[in-house]
């Protein structure tokens, strides 16, 4: 008998991997994939519709900080297990922060920009 659940050494199963390859394809494959499935069989696009809006895909939530990104099989040396778990939670909080402070650095070019416009067109005479 294994020590190792058969589940963890399967990884996601088909429906998992149909959701990763939407996932690298972008939200129009989503939409593609939900038109098709209210093509063949309503019952099919509506199901992918509501998981589309439960999981947040279809109003483009990028930020996922409640679910791993990347989810790998059990090697069978701990150690090394759990240098990797560490390791990839450190890249994506550093992802994560890096994206925040892009987004940051979006929000004060956008003040900048508004603020030498409010100068501008404070500047110019009134007819």
């Known amino acids: 008998m294994s020590a190792y659940p058969l589940n963890a050494s399967r990884g996601p199963g ?4 149909a959701r990763d390859w939407l996932d690298e394809r972008g939200k ?6 939900m038109i098709l499935g ?3 069989f309503w019952p ?3 199901a992918i519709l509501a998981y589309m809006i439960w999981s947040k895909r279809m109003f483009g939530c990028s930020k996922r900080s409640h679910a ?3 989810h790998a ?3 069978g040396n701990s150690a090394f297990d759990a240098y990797r778990d560490e390791t990839l939670k ?3 909080d550093e992802h994560r922060e890096f994206i925040d402070f892009l987004q940051k650095l979006r929000e004060a070019k956008d003040k900048a920009e508004f603020d ?3 100068e501008q067109r404070g500047d110019k005479p009134a007819n």
Not at 14 to 17: D, E, Q, S
Request: proline share 11%; aromatic share 14%.
């Open 116 to 118: 030498q416009f409010m």
């Open 44 to 46: 099919v696009g509506l």
């Open 73 to 75: 099989a059990p090697t």
């Open 28 to 33: 129009a494959a989503w939409i593609v994939a």
């Open 38 to 40: 209210f093509v063949l």
């Open 90 to 92: 450190r890249l994506e």
């Open 68 to 70: 791993p990104r990347y």
């Open 14 to 17: 088909p429906l998992g991997r």
